[in-house]
């Protein structure tokens, strides 16, 4: 835990010690409606940090939804028992008994309790999409949380003689803006801005409200846009990159821009960040202190503090004890926009919509190296307008999965045992698609 | 597309905008299809947060405007293809 008088978070309008968190936190975990669980909506990330905060005080498990629709809150509803969700926004609906916080950061003279939290406690379930189109939760406790964080700030020497100024362009309710922008003030020499950060004229204006040394931490998706503008930063210690593999020479073209150094961060929703590495200086993956790899035939087995044995989808090649490679990813699994889905789950929904006799999810070739490329789709519905299917799956799927077409055809081109093999695809797209 | 906005014509600098769109984001549809005051995001288009950077990018590279997110405009602008386009005509730099 840090000092009383640590920064925690930094907003244009205040500045958040812990001293100040833990006596807020506990004046909302007073507030919060009884309840087994909750679905943190907040807007603001320090309001996130805090209702995150504020709940473990009052022993609720926290569900992280990045899909915030009525649809999927009911579905969680459903799943979990009594749920509420919480919100900072009074003008957000939610179809759930629902709790508006109004945080109160005068802190009395003092300091408040330092919680003991049990490190096998969950304290928190995320969410990603299985291989038949179910979201599949994953518990997190908090000896794996915090211990995570607190690998990371040793991994990259984040210590509290210079803590750092964290600047995120990543949601709170992604494991990975989690973990950085949420998690880490609470265990590291780091402080997080508070607010919204996305485009580069915003990312400039916040890098340029918090002291130095500054961290940036973004994808590969935001960093190939900054380098498309001719943006000045103030100086920067790091840029941290996640969510998709970073290129080389994109590394090497922003350290060069900014002066700075580019970080990235290896990890999985199912076991938060394991390793990290600095871009240029190669392949090699380092994992962090603590965190184990081996490779088990086609996919490995990560362990770490708190963690089970945990198969992660990814073939690698271990080095040494500390160092690995990664050589290839399972291929049923896509990423887009820093979005993971897995192909033959989005297929399943695809080929549950009323009307829709068959279908099939087909990913451009290029969408590795152009991050903002677009799904598209195969169907044989008859009865059913591609309108009409794409509302369907704007209901079911994550948007940036949505395919930005989809053709009509009249039988996919299966073999005998149902498979589509990737040639007979490549064949129809090659008629169809681009002719 | 919705009907309810069928017959309300494009603008030339509307025109303008929508052929940058459908350029940037390799929207399938044509640029003239793109009704002025039918929704951008989530319905309509149904273009998301990744097409609203590139879009920006594109925004700034061209007419020199630079969208934040703080500006509670936002939500205003990117409501529709006139929002935007009458955003991009009040702030750009000749």
């Known amino acids: 835990m840090r000092d009383p008088g640590a920064v925690l978070f930094r907003s244009a309008e205040r500045v958040v010690t812990a001293r100040t968190f833990l006596h807020a936190a506990h004046r909302l975990a007073a507030d919060l409606p009884a309840a087994a669980s909750i679905v943190n909506l907040c807007r603001d990330r320090c309001h996130f940090a805090l209702a995150f905060a504020a709940s473990v005080l009052r022993g609720q498990t926290n569900l992280l939804a990045s899909d915030r629709s009525a649809r999927r809150l009911r579905a969680l509803a459903d799943e979990f028992d009594d749920l509420v969700s919480i919100s900072d926004d009074p003008a957000a609906p939610s179809p759930l008994p629902h709790h508006l916080m109004s945080p109160a950061w005068d802190a009395p003279a003092g300091d408040a309790a330092n919680p003991d939290i049990e490190g096998g406690r969950i304290v928190a379930i995320v969410f990603t999409s299985g291989s038949t189109g179910t979201a599949v939760a994953h518990p997190k406790r908090w000896g794996a949380l915090a211990a995570r964080s607190l690998a990371a700030g040793a991994h990259f020497g984040w210590a509290a003689a210079h803590p750092a100024s964290l600047v995120g362009t990543v949601p709170p309710q992604h494991m990975y803006g989690f973990e950085t922008t949420v998690l880490l003030p609470l265990h590291a020499a780091v402080s997080s801005w508070c607010g919204t950060a996305f485009y580069p004229a915003d990312i400039r204006r916040a890098l340029g409200s918090v002291p130095a040394p500054r961290l940036l931490v973004t994808t590969p998706l935001q960093i190939r846009a900054m380098l498309q503008t001719d943006l000045v930063l103030p100086p920067l210690a790091s840029i941290v990159s996640a969510t998709a593999p970073l290129d080389a020479e994109m590394a090497a073209a922003a350290e060069r821009r900014w002066d700075t150094e580019v970080l990235e961060i290896f990890g999985a929703t199912e076991m938060g960040s394991i390793a990290g590495r600095r871009t240029i200086a190669g392949e090699a993956w380092i994992t962090y202190p603590g965190v184990k790899v081996s490779r088990v035939d086609d996919h490995t087995l990560v362990a770490a503090p708190f963690l089970a044995p945990t198969r992660l989808n990814d073939v690698i090649d271990v080095l040494s004890g500390e160092r690995f490679r990664l050589l290839g990813r399972r291929t049923d699994l896509i990423k887009l926009g820093g979005r993971r889905a897995s192909l033959s789950g989005l297929n399943h929904i695809l080929t549950g919509i009323d009307g829709v006799a068959d279908g099939v999810f087909v990913a451009p070739d290029d969408h590795v190296e152009r991050p903002t490329a677009r799904m598209m789709a195969f169907v044989v519905a008859p009865t059913c307008s591609p309108d009409a299917i794409l509302a369907a799956l704007r209901e079911r799927i994550d948007p940036a999965f949505l395919p930005r077409r989809i053709i009509a055809v009249t039988a996919l081109p299966r073999d005998e045992v149902g498979k589509l093999p990737y040639q007979a695809l490549a064949a129809l797209r090659a008629r169809l698609v681009d002719p | ?94």
């Open chain 2, 1 to 94: 597309m919705d009907n309810q906005f069928k017959d309300t014509p494009q603008r030339p600098f509307e025109q303008e905008v929508a052929r940058l769109m459908v350029e940037v984001l390799y929207l399938e549809v044509d640029a003239t299809e793109i009704q002025p005051e039918a929704p951008l995001f989530n319905e309509g288009l149904g273009l998301d947060s990744i097409d609203a950077l590139e879009l920006a990018l594109e925004i700034s590279r061209h007419y020199g405007v630079d969208l934040k997110s703080d500006d509670e405009r936002n939500g205003n602008i990117f409501a529709s293809l006139r929002s935007l386009a009458g955003h991009i005509e009040a702030c750009r730099t000749p």
